[in-house]
């Protein structure tokens, strides 16, 4: 299976500011790589997908990029909306596996 | 707009079986492919499974495999999961999703929650 490490686990940044979240993939994943944002008590909704590709309905503050084995997402300018936890998810191989997820809180 | 409506969740006697169903609207449900993530209490997200939108062909997590049966039935726009035997690290909340680009989780339901507990 392909290991997928996310990090930081935890994160909390001022409004305004911008954040990253890596996520490491165990091998080259080419770029077949989700982001998720599940805001809580709520369900996962995708932000990102192909590594760089943003998903009808985001703001343009979200943005992915990454390549090979090393993937992030960024947030700029960060709302009090996006208070959530993001995980990352690899689609290149069967069993897709997800990271560990970043909670991301303000400060 | 997409829905995707899980059900059949609740508690249940280790070594028991139990189906889950998932009722899709707002698109077209035998064009996608489908599949079934869990969420652990702890927050961690575990991928068990997918099926091809005909119904012909399945994957499956190799550590469920055994004991997890995905299906669907297109003319009722609904996904299952057959869980058997089940164990207390199967308590999770159970999310449909509609999967698109090739294991891409466009859409994902309201989830259920299953308690494995005697």
Do not use: H
């Amino acid at each position: 299976d392909i290991r997928m490490t996310q990090s930081p686990a935890s994160l909390s940044a001022s409004l305004g500011e911008t954040v990253n979240i890596e996520c490491l993939a165990s091998e080259d994943i080419y770029s077949d790589l989700a982001w998720y944002q599940q805001k809580p008590g709520k369900s996962p909704q995708l932000l990102i997908y192909n590594a760089n590709s943003l998903q009808n309905g985001v703001p343009s503050r979200f943005s992915g990029s990454g390549s090979g084995t090393q993937y992030s997402l960024k947030i700029n300018s960060l709302q009090s909306e996006d208070v959530a936890t993001y995980f990352c998810q690899q689609y290149n191989n069967y069993p897709f596996t997800f990271g560990s997820g970043t909670k991301l809180e303000i400060k | 707009e997409v829905q995707l409506v899980e059900s059949g969740g609740g508690l249940v006697q280790p070594g028991a079986s139990l189906k889950l169903s998932c009722v899709a609207s707002g698109f077209t449900f035998s064009d996608y492919w489908m599949s079934w993530v869990r969420q652990t209490p702890g927050k961690t997200m575990e991928w068990i499974g997918d099926i091809k939108y005909d119904g012909s062909y399945t994957n499956y997590a190799p550590s469920l495999k055994n004991r997890f049966t995905i299906s669907r039935d297109n003319a009722k726009s609904t996904l299952y999961l057959q869980m058997s035997n089940v164990r207390s690290e199967d308590t999770a909340t159970y999310y449909c999703t509609m999967a698109t680009g090739g294991g891409v989780m466009d859409a994902w339901g309201q989830g259920a929650s299953v308690t494995v507990s005697s």
